[in-house]
């Protein structure tokens, strides 16, 4: 059942941004068009009004850097091209090479994977940073600025250091453009940002998320210290492949001779444990071919998931900035408790080996790592049990950093684990009724959200607030969602031209209620007068449609 929504008449009174049509070219989430193409913001109407003040300036400078930037060639915005040919690394290179090689100045891990590779990321660099390293940590897309995505210890650059790092970057791919190497795209560019910026803040080590695929992905051009592959699914199937196993070759791809691998991907015929075929059969012939020892998740080593308590997780409850203080289930922590247990397994060439401890500590020392070491009641501060998973693939990587002299002390891992938060990962905004935000964007972190939703029930309704992407799989996401929704809202974000239309999506919703809202806040306000005090509502779909609505749920909710 469809029908046209009609918001209240307050509706997005909070923020009037999601009701303008987009520029052309220049903005990569909702939060960028206020400083990127002159629309009004704090610091730029003092600078349009010809107040000076160096926030005025700044301004001004950041709005030119991000017209440089959107103006390029940019994949976030734009489907990419379905023949892999248009992608290479050379131009990468070249522009590295000009600006001095930014990426031999820090250690490197490097993560990729269809889902959780975000988060399995912060984890890491969250857990570093505890133990007292300058980390750098690059992630994409960003939610609400630029800055996001470049951050060290926690803290996304400045404005300045955004300014700073545009025009040096402009002016190395100006160089290798005057040689006939061809414009540098957006992710080029920012890939080289990210690392220009590591050099300067002197950081120790440096967690380097890939952006899309791996092989041909412009962050493959680093010589990591340990590589992750967090876990392979259809995704961008356009592009990567139609089989699971295509799509791990090019995941696959950032495996490096002789450094050590950390994978989570698991065969579904295999009951959560690899089978030796399959997309596992893919990273593991790959690191064996390489010489890349290889710990797997299911196989080098397991978790054991604390059983949930009634009507939430093993801690589920509790505030999570900026997210409201409300109780989900009726603990007072965010998060999943957990065990991480070593596993025993005959050792092949190039394998890591794992040990068997009885107690939390170093394990028997392996070929290149000293070895996996048992936790037990660890917790993490990201809810479902599919972040359990990427705190595993985290930990993993600390007890293979160990032998390097990267090391952290298990108590401080432990600290930072449980106090690590990433923005649109089931965050939730407290209120009735509680509103939950997740940048879910595929089949697989669907699946995984509707899981949290089916496991964590609430006594009232659940209304889920969908808008995706075109090339995504919207058919299957729609019918996983419908397993956990009571309603459906359906929207699209207006920062992107990607969007789906919801008038198409609705033929997807099966036997769901479903309304349909164009505009992102007004899709909102129908979905929290749906689902009423007793009920909540669930924001999914898209990085863009979390980007445009976590703002007003940042200025309007307790």
């Known amino acids: 059942m469809t029908t046209p929504a009609t918001a209240p008449a307050d509706a997005g009174d909070a923020s009037r941004e999601d009701r303008k049509n987009p520029l052309p070219g220049q903005q990569p989430t909702a939060a960028e ?31 030119a850097a991000l017209e440089y930037l959107f103006g390029r060639l940019n994949y976030e915005r734009i489907a990419p091209p379905t023949q892999q040919g248009a992608f290479r690394l050379r131009r990468m290179r070249h522009l590295l090479a000009e600006l001095g ?63 700073e790092l545009v025009a040096v970057v402009a002016a190395a791919a100006d160089a290798i453009e005057a040689r006939g190497e061809g414009p540098a795209t957006f992710f080029e560019l920012t890939t080289a940002m990210a690392l220009e910026h590591f050099r300067r803040r002197e950081c120790e080590i440096s967690v380097i998320e890939v952006g899309l695929g791996g092989r041909l992905d412009s962050t493959n051009v680093c010589d990591p210290v340990v590589t992750v592959v967090t876990t392979v699914g259809l995704d961008h199937q356009h592009l990567l492949g139609d089989t699971v196993e295509k799509i ?12 050590p691998v950390i994978t ?84 092949g060439a190039g394998q890591l080996e794992p040990g068997q401890p009885e107690a939390e500590g170093p394990a028997a020392k392996g070929p290149a790592a000293e070895g996996l070491r ?11 049990a599919h972040q359990v998973d990427n705190a595993a693939l985290a ?6 950093l160990e032998p390097l002299g990267l090391g952290v002390p298990l108590e401080r891992q432990r600290a930072a684990l449980a106090a690590v938060r990433c923005s649109a990962r089931v965050e939730r905004f407290g209120g009735t009724p509680e509103i939950i935000l997740d940048a879910a964007h ?17 006594s009232g309704k659940t209304v889920v607030v969908f808008g995706t992407s075109a090339d995504k799989d919207a058919q299957e996401m729609l019918a996983l969602l419908c397993e956990a929704a009571d309603i459906l ?43 009423g005090r007793e009920g909540r509502v669930v924001i999914c779909g898209s990085f863009f449609l979390a980007a445009e609505l976590r703002p007003i749920l940042r200025a309007r909710l307790p």
């Open 248 to 259: 791990a070759v090019e995941k696959a791809g950032i495996i490096k001779p002789g450094v």
């Open 374 to 384: 048992l936790r037990e009641n660890w917790r993490v501060g990201l809810e479902g």
């Open 264 to 347: 989570g991907v698991r065969d579904s015929t295999g009951g959560g444990v690899p089978t030796g075929g399959g997309a596992f059969e893919v990273i593991r012939r790959t690191a064996e071919e390489r010489g890349a020892p290889l710990w797997a998740l299911g196989r080098d080593f397991r978790l054991e998931l604390h059983p949930s308590e009634p009507g939430g997780s093993s801690e589920p409850g509790g505030s999570s900035e900026p997210g409201g203080s409300s109780e989900w289930g009726g603990s007072s922590e965010p998060g999943e408790r957990f065990d991480f247990r070593p596993q025993s397994h005959r050792s």
């Open 489 to 531: 809202v359906l929207t699209r974000y207006w920062s992107n031209p990607r969007w789906f239309d919801p008038t198409v999506l609705a033929g997807f919703a099966r036997d769901t209620p479903t309304m349909i809202q164009e505009r992102p806040s007004e899709a909102l306000e129908i979905a929290r007068h749906a689902a």
């Open 101 to 163: 090689h930014p990426e031999r100045a820090t250690q490197i891990v490097h993560v990729g994977g269809t889902k959780g590779k975000g988060s399995t990321s912060s984890m890491i660099a969250a857990m570093l940073t505890g133990g007292g390293r300058r980390v750098g940590l690059y992630t994409s897309p960003h939610l609400e600025r630029l800055e996001e995505r470049f951050s060290v210890d926690g803290e996304p650059c400045s404005e300045q250091e955004l300014v």
């Open 395 to 400: 930990l993993a990587v600390l007890d293979a």
């Open 33 to 63: 068009p206020a400083s990127a193409t002159g629309q009004a913001s704090a610091t730029g109407q003092a600078s349009a009004t010809g107040q000076a003040s160096a926030t005025g300036q700044a301004s001004g400078e950041r709005a």
């Open 442 to 458: 595929n089949v697989d972190s669907i699946r995984a959200l509707r899981a949290v939703l089916l496991n964590r029930p609430v």
